[in-house]
């Protein structure tokens, strides 16, 4: 047996009909009713509520008086009183179901928006079951509605995302950009951004979600694509062989390298728990190279000697770098340890002329000059230095000046020059070309021997190849050069992704902000200007010039192009992998146009929600104002108002049509429209605009995609700026009435179901205009019935019979089909019929009739007026009544409430509209001086 519970859920849940049964069970419960009773009630045929009862019965949650027939009324039994707490329950869920259908299914262009949207929109109500998903929903989780309706939502979510996301629906948080994780049918996992919130009726009730998400795999794969090349990165600075170390500029070690490590003897871990300046054997050379640093933003090989853990000193050679990450100024540093170097040079400063050089000479080269003979003499690993076998390299000067790079000749003269005649030190490094052209670094150090009287006699020296060194050099150079580039590439994108995160930013304020960010990202900052172009707006640096060093990149959305990205150089450079760009940077502006599509797609797609959710809170609005006002002033410029406040719209201008007149005169009007001061002609002699005169001569609605083109010349159309505007006319019956002009800005997409909701106004607003004008011509009409009807020279009466036609239905529902028979076997009947007969309104002439000084006096005196006598003549009203005639004639005595007869020709029509209820009856009455003796 089925619980009470069950029964009533199946009954109004589960089956049609559940909202009649609510409303009979709720009347019952007051009072007994009859079927007849709650067939008016309730504006339902019989049959209706016939069948509704016995159903009710049949399941014993109302029983019946047993009497039978159209006294037969219903009352709830007990146990059905005893449950009312679970029927209220189960008409809540009713109420929440229905309006959650309603949310879903009306109204149709609503529900069209939310077909057409790129991205998935899922409904579930509390329980959370899938209540509504799109076509997008659709192809994404590869279900059908039937297939997934009805489950539970966490069936779509994969099981490792599953728990938070439902834990936070139910404690019923706003949820915004939460990332997870759909399966979908095939089993597939998509990475999605989801939005979600609460769906509310008026009062503020939950009755379900909305969940709006994003497939953001592309995005994910990005980003894993970005983690890996700055893995790579973080491989170049591990793996380099020169120590490398990051610190602030109070001395706090941030970060270093495995060399870094063997050259201090420190673990990173113990690196970062000391200060930097600990290390510096003299503080003031620490103090030196922070200004140095400080004023030119680096510091080439700089000498300092530091300790090591075991507190042993060592010579190196610095090279450092002020870097700025974030919004804070670091200093990079590349150590090389040259103690040994230092050892090497110290040892030959000690060395005696000629021995010590060639002690500390050995597997370098040294060489012995006689200045005053010419005379030079090598040691023998100087040939193989310069490219020759032994015995090749002429011993002399000149010979060696000709092996010099021709570009540092002049230079290695000079130093010679300089060391012989001035006594200045002779250290120098140049190039040297061997015989089959390679190119090679040598280092050089001499001295100048001198006789008594202080002339150079001879030149000692040592040369070195450093051409390893050079390139290591070099190479680490060029290695911070790119680890640098990197470093600002990376800062770009970030900066970028900040950014969106800004609250309350615009697009516009983003693109700005991202232009400026560009040419500190380029391998030339001070020569770098840039220009984003975007929806036909511009945006640049300060310094913005076009030239031929140009690099650019397209932003795409839907595959089709919007807009781009331009970097130009002020300055020639040399030419690299992109002219005179890094393929890098082509990677950079690339990855930038990309990122600013995705951004413009993300914020259009909040924007057009936003609008579009505001454009039905504005036709709501124009929908209760229609309703609740009678001026069309009002309702036009209320509906302006209300429609521009949406955000999305330029100006809003509602005219209408005086077609006698040929005028059609803007009412209703907010922004900024050229026509909303005076009216516009359209009798053919006037200046109406052509757009204008298009839709009142067509009846269609006219879109104008670029007033630049279309209404350049037009008078009515001083345009500030190129814009669209779509003019939608209204319609009654076929017949243009008004015209509502919408304008907005041209990078405003409008599409199909926008295009309806505005058209739905526009019909609402022509309804209104209608009803006004119907309502108007009504009025007019009644006070000239009134006019008539009061000043009438015969008697006239207005007269209710609706209750009189409700008894005589009755009676034909019990079978009663000959009505003088019944009246003559049944005269109370007639009596009371005359009672229930509910008299509206009487005229003047009436009164003068029957001697009544108001109609209060008459009206409760018409037993006298209408005595026993007159009953006959009503008799025969009420036959011709139920036989369905609307006319009845005859004549009558009736008496003035002064006592006097009265000799009358009554009338009686039934007012045309009223045949099914008799609500409105006219008497018409005429005084016969004589009785009629035919």
Sequence with gaps: ????????????????????????????????????????????????IKYHMNVLLKNELVSSSKTGGYGEVYLLTPEMEDNMVIFEDIKMKFEKSKKLKDFTTSPKFFQDVMEQTNDTVIIINEEKQVFFLNKSAEKLLGYNKNEIIGAPFENLLDSSAREELINKISAGEHIVDFETKFKAKSGKIIDINLTVDHIREENGIPIGFSILSRDITRRIQAEEALRENEERYRHLFEDSPIGIGLADFQGKIITANSAMEVITGYSLNELK???????????????????????????????????????????????TSRIRIGEQDYIQTMCIDITERKRTEEALKLSEERYALAQRAANIGSWDWNIQTGDLKWSETIEPMFGFDRGEFGATYEAFLDRVHPEDRQFVMDSVDACIEEGKEYTIEHRIVWPDGTIRWVSESGDVIRDRKKEAIRMLGIVRDITEQKLMITCLHQQKHELDERVKELNCLYSISKLVEKPGITLEELIQETVELIPVSWQYPEITSARIVLNHEEFRTNNFKKTKWKQASDILFHEKKVGVVEVYYLEERPEREDGPFLKEERHLIEAIASRLGRIRERMMAQERIRHINGLLMAIKDIGQLISHESDLGTIAQGSCDRLLKTQGYLDVCISFLDSKKGVITPIGHSGNHPWSSSGIILDGNGNAPKCVKSVVNTATRNYISSTEKLCGECSFCKH???????????????????????????????????????????????????????????????????????????????????????????????????????????????????????????????????????????LDNLNKVFDIDSYEVFREELIALAEGKTTFESEAVTRTLTGNKVHIRLRLAVAPGYEDTLGRVLISIIDIPEPNKT
């Excluded at 109004?12 to 069970?25: A, D, E, H, S, V």
């Excluded at 990078?747 to 926008?754: G, L, P, R």
């Design 273 to 319: 728990k000391i200060n930097l300046n600990d290390l510096y054997k003299d503080q003031e050379n620490r103090k030196a190279l922070i200004d140095i640093i400080s004023k030119n933003g680096k510091a080439v090989n700089y000498p300092a000697r530091l300790y090591n853990k075991d507190g042993n000193i060592f010579d190196a050679l610095l090279n």
């Design 720 to 858: 500030g700026e190129d814009h669209k505007s779509l003019l939608i006319p209204m319609l009654n019956q076929r017949s243009v009435v008004g015209v509502l002009t919408i304008c907005f800005q041209a990078t405003h997409e409008i599409d199909k179901a926008e295009i309806q909701l505005l058209e739905e106004v526009a019909s609402d607003l022509a309804f209104a205009h209608a009803k006004i004008i119907a309502e108007r011509t009504l009025m007019e009409s009644r006070e000239r019935y009134h006019y008539l009807f009061e000043d009438s020279p015969i008697s006239l009466w207005e007269e209710d019979f609706t209750d009189v036609k409700k008894y005589i239905d009755s009676l034909r529902g019990t079978g009663i089909k000959d009505f003088r028979e019944y009246f003559k076997n049944h005269p109370e009947e007639v009596v009371n019929c005359v009672s229930s007969v509910r008299i509206i309104d009487v005229n003047k002439n009436t009164l003068v009739l029957y001697k009544a000084e108001n109609k209060e006096q008459l």
């Design 1 to 48: 047996m089925r619980t009470i519970e069950k029964t009533l859920s199946h009954l109004i849940l589960g089956q049609k009909g559940g909202q009649n049964r609510i409303q009979i069970i709720e009347l019952i419960r007051e009072r007994p009713y009859n079927v007849n009773q709650l067939a008016e009630i309730l504006n339902l045929n019989y049959r209706t």
